[in-house]
T-cell receptor
Framework: DQQVKQNSPSLSVQEGRISILNCDYTNSMFDYFLWYKKYPAEGPTFLISISSIKDKNEDGRFTVFLNKSAKHLSLHIVPSQPGDSAVYFCAASWSGGFKTIFGAGTRLFVKA | GAGVSQSPSNKVTEKGKDVELRCDPISGHTALYWYRQSLGQGLEFLIYFQGNSAPDKSGLPSDRFSAERTGGSVSTLTIQRTQQEDSAVYLC??????????????FGPGTRLLVL
């Protein structure tokens, strides 16, 4: 039972354009969401997060949007850069639990 | 400051042998996680330690897998009688668990295990 789903295994974007990575979740108890970025041969690193009391959080070129009614969040990267090429994991947790659930990841290719 | 470290970085073993993977979390972090990432797959949760609570072992795929955390710090993941399907990258993460669930995990570089 996948509680956090990233339905696109890969995404290819031209440098300078917007990258949109999507994530869906099924557990309405989730109240904290995160995006992690992973380069080959390295562990994932935290990128950006959002609490369920917000619908948007922005950090530089990265913005996360949360649509609670649709149980959907997305990560926007604009403008995309070749160095953004990596695997992006969506993750979710809830205040009553102790375990963060990760999605399967989306591999982003940014073409120069 | 020092991040999460894991050793060995790479391990090649023969089917049927036991292996031990080590994780040194960030000092002061109360929570420690083990994950596995098989080729082309996402992060598979294995086990979770939080303070002095009993570990959450719900993700361990079989009884050949076990983990311990000594003194609330270093953790060892042991795989007995390894099988080829155990080949994967084993990732450790630690966090300073805060009430309210807003937790950021810090990952180590992983141990790449290959079972021949």
């Amino acid at each position: 039972d996948q509680q956090v789903k990233q339905n696109s295994p890969s995404l290819s974007v031209q440098e300078g354009r917007i990258s949109i990575l999507n994530c869906d979740y099924t557990n309405s108890m989730f109240d904290y969401f995160l995006w992690y970025k992973k380069y080959p041969a390295e562990g994932p690193t935290f990128l950006i997060s959002i609490s369920s009391i917000k619908d948007k959080n922005e950090d530089g070129r990265f913005t996360v949007f949360l649509n609670k009614s649709a149980k959907h969040l997305s990560l926007h990267i604009v403008p995309s850069q070749p160095g953004d090429s990596a695997v992006y994991f969506c993750a979710a947790s809830w205040s009553g639990g102790f375990k963060t659930i990760f999605g399967a990841g989306t591999r982003l290719f940014v073409k120069a | 400051g020092a991040g999460v470290s894991q050793s060995p970085s790479n391990k090649v073993t023969e089917k049927g042998k036991d292996v031990e993977l080590r994780c040194d979390p960030i000092s002061g972090h109360t929570a420690l996680y083990w994950y596995r990432q098989s080729l082309g797959q996402g992060l598979e949760f294995l086990i979770y330690f939080q303070g002095n609570s009993a570990p959450d072992k719900s993700g361990l795929p079989s009884d050949r897998f076990s983990a311990e955390r000594t003194g609330g710090s270093v953790s060892t993941l042991t795989i007995q009688r390894t099988q080829q399907e155990d080949s994967a990258v084993y990732l450790c993460a630690s966090s300073l668990w805060l009430t309210g669930g807003e937790e950021t995990q810090y990952f180590g570089p992983g141990t790449r295990l290959l079972v021949l």
